[in-house]
């Protein structure tokens, strides 16, 4: 099938999902550290250049964004967490819209946790795969930023996330993924696909949650 990302667009920014669009179609949200190349990843994997904003300061995006590929399926950047310069106060409002919209809204079919390789499973990151696990959503995790280690120390990070992700999230999934060099794209792309366009994609191999 042709890239359906490309397609992508800004639909609206919800403080909570009771401004979100109606809980219907399909979606997968994106979520992660602030400084962990979220928006990066969203524009390689829609092949745009400024789907999502990249900032020098990590912590911009302080609201659900919404991204609509057409009228049934939507990508969708969650707040980052954990490293943002703002009122402790702010972060709690973040953390409940988190919490909040991983376990009730029933369109979301999937997430994308994004570590970086160097520093992944965060005290945050344990938070967040501890609500996907509970909320039985699958989540696949891309370590992030892969170009900056050598091959043999990103794949001794990929192996002891995945040994740790059992422990945590049993159906998990992960990958090594870049930005600057596209590494990984082609894989996350796919995950999206068995998530959002199941009736079409070649391979439906996912881990499924236990009974």
């Avoid at 999902?17 to 979520?31: K, N, Q, S, T, Y």
């Avoid at 990508?75 to 409940?96: E, F, H, N, S, T």
């Avoid at 060099?181 to 796919?190: F, I, L, N, S, T």
């Amino acid at each position: 099938m042709t890239n359906p990302y490309q397609q992508a667009h800004f639909l609206i920014s919800a403080p909570d999902i009771r401004f979100a669009p109606p809980d219907e179609g399909a979606e997968v949200a994106f979520a992660g550290r602030s400084n962990a190349g979220k928006s990066s990843a969203l524009n390689v994997i829609s092949n745009q250049k400024a789907l999502a904003r990249t900032s020098k300061t990590p912590g911009r995006t302080q609201q659900i964004n919404f991204f609509a590929m057409d009228e049934g399926h939507r990508l969708v950047d969650l707040p980052g967490y954990g490293y943002a310069k703002v009122p402790i106060k702010m972060k709690r409002q973040w953390q409940a819209a988190l919490g909040e919209y991983l376990e009730k809204r029933t369109a979301l079919k999937g997430l994308v946790l994004l570590m970086d390789v160097r520093h992944p499973l965060t005290e945050f990151d344990v938070q967040m795969l501890g609500w996907t696990a509970q909320a039985r959503l699958p989540t696949h995790v891309l370590l992030t930023k892969a170009d900056k280690l050598k091959r043999g120390a990103a794949q001794a990070s990929l192996l002891q996330v995945r040994k740790q992700l059992a422990g945590l999230h049993a159906w998990a999934t992960v990958q090594l993924f870049s930005a600057l060099d596209r590494q990984g794209v082609e894989e996350a792309r796919k995950q999206l696909d068995r998530w959002l366009f199941p009736e079409t994609a070649h391979d439906t191999t996912a881990p499924e949650p236990p009974p």
